[in-house]
């Protein structure tokens, strides 16, 4: 792929390398015995991820230049704001199967798994899409030169219009949402056969010998559909930002294993985003609009990036802002 040759060998394999080193050293090292992740172990790995995220993001301005670090932070960022609504979810489902706290790392870890293999499929699939579809057009008739259109992306800033409106729009409290009723659902009980009973961390057990799933399996198969439905609308999103895969890919892995780490340590605060959806809509607004000008204006990845990072601290401090004084 063309990609390949834009950063160097090494650049790639070590990307490779640590993101495997480290979920290795998760599992069977630090969790190797199911236990409750505690707010502090959480922070260390929420400041692991990170600070790995910014460290790479620096060897790409090293190697590739600041366009691409400016890519790199822009789509990083969106893809973790864009995210933050998988925590609703994560605590939505383990309420809902009844999973312990003890469990929960390990369907978020087998999670994270599955995320890898098909953002791979969704980036890499679609920028080669993209890059086969471009067409030479004067639709534009006020114009008087033709312009570089491309269909994939008029399909991708449908997608940002109802990401968009299903953000403005989105109820704060999804309590009362029956995961039994969902599709996810539906599709676990009819491909397996279930129970109702824990085998420990196990996600199968026996039961009359018959072989059973259980709701700890349920609960990753439903997190995982519902996963790739958000991929629906964050990866349009990034689009926005970047063409590039690997920044694409990079980043989103960064985002999305820190998410993991977030939901532990925010579950019990997770009024610091009531009011999030709002600044996800005006992101989304901002995307779909630099993606109807960008034939006729250009606007740089460094502004971007800054209007992204003040309106995600500006929707951070409305909601702190708003809980305190609904708790007075």
Same mark, same amino acid.
């Given at each position: ?33 199911s236990h409750k992740v ?20 620096l060897l790409i301005w090293?190697?590739?230049? /600041?366009?691409?670090? %400016? ?7 969106? #893809? !973790?704001? &864009? $995210?933050?609504?998988?925590? +609703? ?73 109802? /990401?968009?409106?299903? %953000? ?7 309590? #009362? !949402?029956? &995961? $039994?009723?969902?599709?996810? +659902? ?89 009011? &999030?959806?709002?600044?996800?809509? +005006? ?46």
């Open positions: 792929m063309n990609f390949l040759s834009l950063y160097p060998t090494w650049l790639i394999v070590l990307f490779v390398v640590l993101i495997i080193f480290m979920l290795v050293l998760d599992l069977w090292v630090f969790n190797k015995n505690s707010n502090k172990e959480a922070l260390v790995f929420s400041c692991v991820w990170i600070s790995l995220a910014m460290a790479f993001s090293w190697q590739s230049g /600041a366009e691409k670090f %400016s890519e790199f932070q822009a789509a990083y960022w969106i #893809e !973790k704001s &864009l $995210s933050v609504d998988n925590l +609703f979810v994560f605590i939505l489902v383990f309420w809902y199967f009844k999973i312990s706290k003890e469990y929960q790392h390990k369907v978020l870890f087998y999670w994270i798994i599955w995320a890898i293999i098909f953002r791979a499929i969704f980036i890499f699939a679609w920028v080669e899409i993209i890059k086969k579809t471009y067409i030479d057009t004067d639709i534009f008739w006020l114009l008087s030169s033709s312009i570089h259109f491309n269909p994939i992306m008029a399909l991708f800033w449908i997608f940002l219009v109802y /990401a968009w409106i299903k %953000s403005w729009w989105e109820q704060d409290e999804d309590e #009362e !949402k029956d &995961l $039994s009723k969902s599709f996810a +659902f539906k599709l676990t009980k009819k491909f397996f056969k279930t129970t109702h009973k824990f085998d420990g961390s196990k996600f199968f057990t026996i039961e009359n010998w018959v072989k059973l799933a259980t709701p700890l399996l349920v609960a990753l198969v439903v997190i995982e559909i519902t996963d790739l439905v958000f991929a629906v609308d964050s990866i349009p999103a990034i689009f926005g930002v970047s063409t590039d895969p690997f920044i694409l890919y990079t980043s989103n892995i960064f985002a999305i294993l820190w998410l993991r780490s977030l939901y532990f340590l925010l579950a019990n605060s997770i009024w610091y985003f009531s009011k &999030l959806h709002y600044g996800l809509a +005006f992101i989304l607004s901002f995307i779909w609009i630099k993606m109807i000008i960008a034939p006729f204006v250009h606007i740089s990845t460094n502004l971007s990036l800054a209007i992204i990072a003040v309106v995600l601290i500006w929707t951070m401090v409305w909601s702190i802002l708003s809980n305190k004084k609904e708790q007075k």
